[in-house]
């Protein structure tokens, strides 16, 4: 059912991912993110494949979940990578119609393919470690520069961290009132598109007038408890950076410049 | 008698072959009669909302059979919906599931998924509203205008609607007040009487189930601890209370009666039981003529 999606889920641990500061997990990703779509040749290729691997190994979550995230943009993973096969350049080396492909359609597919699967791995690699509080925490934090443009930072934070406390009430709701609408009979597993569509209302309708109930409660909560926005508010958890943030900085860096190096030394293939 | 519903061997696993694994269900057999009203009482977690939803085949069970009339309910997995017409499930705070403009319109949805023609599907809305005494007017309604207790009934309207054969409660009075909560539980009884069909009722009201059930369902730790007469399920308050539950007050003080040594009779349900039979215990003892 919905509530089986793993990717977005924490895993509560203490490895050393999990004790990293949140801020430098979030850069670190960032940094991450864009080295994978700077690699050009395999070597490179290979680099950004073993931090994956390593980064895996060091979150100390089972493998098992890591891969159901995969699970979840497999269909995206087939497309794009069938898309490139048959898009490439040069001359084909098979060809049937319109179709035709390339060595450098091949390597092309083999690219995308690893790229998106590094990127949903370290993706879910931070949110498997780190906690939505910490996460939205450390995003605010982040953005503090901000706020000298007047730009609503603690507001926004608050608002995502509301948002991804919800996420599981409303997924768990969502099953209830499925079961209660399959129970009178509503068909959500058949039918064309529109059909499915259509079927989805008796849910989604119950849905956001729960969803809205919701909001009104807690709003109506927080205002009890004289919640004033962001100014002057202390934190219960102070995050700071320690030895090991500088350490994993310093392997991102290696990282980097090692791809750099096999770009500049070994013929791109794509 | 025959038996309408039947459970074999029933068990239910949550997240099988993961480090979630729970065993909500554990090798319950039962069999439900015909006509029968039945109470299922157990504490918090003890498996009673999986095993209700399995009966209407909203959960498939790991292991073992639900038959209906004889025949398993999993046997053509496509035909599942046809199962959730006959066994009708009203679940917690049902007024959750309301969607549609009107509330007839609401009512009508059960009926018309199962493909009745628009004099029928009116017929049944009109049945349903009348059971749990839904005003006419109120039909033309929107179900978000109604109050709580109304929005309640109109849900379990949603279900009687479809006129199933056994009728599914999962602790209906939830959250009422206790005067709609002693209309509700009225009105299911009438309605039972007149239809004459299977109830289940979840609750942890003991003095509701005690006045409704015919026989009671006992729940605990996944397993099915009890299955006999109201009277004689709370006979054994003891027992009862070592698992979490209690029994109904009445039942309670005619316990501790009995074993302050005076001879009264087990498992008294009702205040006018109790009456009677305090009142021919005195005479007995002279006390009163």
């Known amino acids: 059912m919905v509530r089986d999606v793993a990717f977005g889920q924490y895993f509560p641990g203490k490895s050393l991912i999990h004790r990293l500061d949140p801020r430098a997990k979030i850069l670190l990703l960032i940094g991450f993110l864009v080295i994978i779509f700077c690699t050009f040749n395999y070597f490179s290729l290979l680099f950004v494949t073993l931090f994956t691997v390593l980064m895996i190994l060091l979150s100390g979550v089972p493998a098992k979940f890591h891969f159901k995230s995969l699970k979840v943009i497999i269909f995206i993973i087939v497309i794009t990578s069938v898309l490139n096969l048959f898009y490439g350049s040069g001359d084909p080396i098979w060809q049937w119609g319109i179709f035709k492909v390339t060595v450098n359609g091949i390597n092309r597919a083999v690219f995308v393919t690893i790229r998106i699967i590094c990127l949903i791995l370290a993706s879910s690699c931070l949110t498997f470690t780190t906690s939505p509080t910490e996460l939205t925490d450390a995003i605010e934090r982040l953005m503090k520069p901000l706020k000298k443009i007047h730009f609503p930072v603690h507001e926004i934070a608050m608002m995502m961290s509301l948002a991804l406390r919800f996420v599981p009430t409303l997924l768990e709701e969502t099953d209830k009132i499925m079961s209660a609408q399959k129970a009178r ?19 989604l309708i119950p849905l956001f007038v729960s969803a809205f109930r919701r909001a009104y409660e807690i709003a109506t ?3 009890c408890r004289c919640y004033r926005g962001g100014d002057g508010r202390t934190k219960m958890k102070l995050i700071h950076m320690s030895k090991r943030d500088v350490f994993s900085f310093i392997a991102l860096a290696a990282l980097i410049c090692g791809v750099i190096l096999c770009n500049i030394f070994i013929p791109a293939v794509i | 008698m025959s038996s309408v519903l039947e459970l074999k061997n029933l068990s239910f696993v949550y997240g099988q072959k993961t480090p979630f694994e729970k065993r909500a269900v554990d090798n319950v057999s039962v069999s439900i009669e015909k006509g029968e009203f039945i109470g299922i009482i157990g504490h918090t977690g003890s498996g009673k909302s999986t095993l209700v939803q399995m009966l209407n085949g909203l959960i498939r069970p790991t292991e073992g059979q639900v038959l209906f009339d004889g025949e398993d309910i999993w046997q053509n997995p496509k035909e599942i919906r046809k199962i959730r017409f ?22 009508a949805f059960g009926p018309s998924n199962m493909g009745k023609t628009a004099q029928e599907i009116d017929m049944a809305v009109r049945k349903a509203a009348e059971f749990t005494d839904l005003k006419p007017q109120l039909l033309q309604k929107s179900p978000f205008d109604l109050s709580g207790g109304e929005k309640r009934r109109a849900a379990i309207a949603g279900v009687i609607a479809m006129d199933p054969e056994v009728l599914v409660l999962d602790e209906p009075t939830a959250g009422l007040d206790p005067m709609g909560r002693d209309v509700l539980l009225t009105q299911i009884v009438q309605y039972h009487k007149k239809r004459k069909n299977t109830v289940l009722l979840v609750s942890h009201s003991m003095e509701d189930i005690a006045r409704v059930a015919d026989r009671i369902i006992v729940m605990n730790n996944s397993r099915l601890v009890m299955f006999d007469k109201t009277k004689e399920v709370f006979s054994h308050g003891r027992d009862l209370e070592k698992i979490g539950l209690k029994v109904p007050q009445i039942t309670k003080i005619m316990l501790e009666l009995k074993e302050k040594g005076y001879d009264v009779p087990d498992g008294i349900l009702t205040v006018d039981e109790a009456f009677s039979a305090v009142s021919s215990l005195l005479k007995k003892e002279g006390k009163i003529w």
């Open chain 1, 221 to 223: 909560a927080m205002e």
């Open chain 2, 86 to 107: 006959k066994v009708g499930m009203v679940f917690q705070y049902p007024e959750y599931q309301l969607f549609e403009e009107t509330v007839y319109k609401d009512i």
């Open chain 1, 185 to 203: 009979g509503a068909d959500m597993d058949s039918g064309n598109i529109i059909k499915r569509v259509k079927a989805l209302m008796p849910v």
